[in-house]
């Protein structure tokens, strides 16, 4: 019979990966188009490293620092401006309890316009309020209604905007 015609297309496959796949697909390698580089020179990193303790301090000083990266001030970065809303996420290692998103946003939320999300809900709220309230949290992250969104890595990073600024992995 004829073979179907099969496009599988990743933006971060390792080689490892693309192995993988090659071998799941039953595909060659004259069927592989990968790019010549994968450096990505518009993307920077830095990592702090600090006891616990200093955590929290240390996310806002970074929060405090990124916009000088920008040419900005911190009220005109973190300010809404439609499309060109500075748009940032802070991953937290899990939904609840210490550095869990929820403890995270309530800190950020006195002097962001942020929301949160994750699958567990927050203590005190009903799973049903939870759904609607992270969804929303989603869809104004997305339409640049906040300028900030705390998450863990439920939320996934597949998403079409192209105007976020950092990832703060917490």
């Known amino acids: 019979g004829v073979q179907p015609i099969i ?30 580089s994968f450096d990505r020179e518009e993307l920077h990193y830095n990592v702090v490293g600090c006891d616990s303790s200093v955590k929290l301090e240390q996310l806002d000083n970074i929060l405090n620092t990124i916009p000088r990266y920008f040419g900005e001030d911190f009220y005109d970065f973190y300010s809404l401006k439609g499309n060109d809303t500075n748009g ?58 906040l300028t900030t969104l705390v998450a863990t890595n439920a939320y996934g990073m597949g998403i079409d905007k192209p105007n976020i600024r950092y990832v703060i992995h917490y």
């Open 7 to 36: 496009v599988a297309l990743t933006g971060t496959a390792s080689d490892s990966v693309l192995k993988d796949i090659q071998i799941q697909l039953d595909i060659g390698d004259e069927a592989i188009i990968t790019p010549i």
């Open 88 to 145: 940032g996420i802070v991953f937290c290692p899990h939904a609840r309890g210490g550095f869990g998103v929820h403890e995270i946003y309530t800190k950020l939320a006195t002097r962001f316009i942020c929301g949160r999300y994750a699958t567990k809900t927050p203590y005190g709220t009903q799973k049903d309020e939870w759904d609607r309230i992270k969804k929303q949290n989603a869809k104004d992250f997305k339409d640049n209604n």
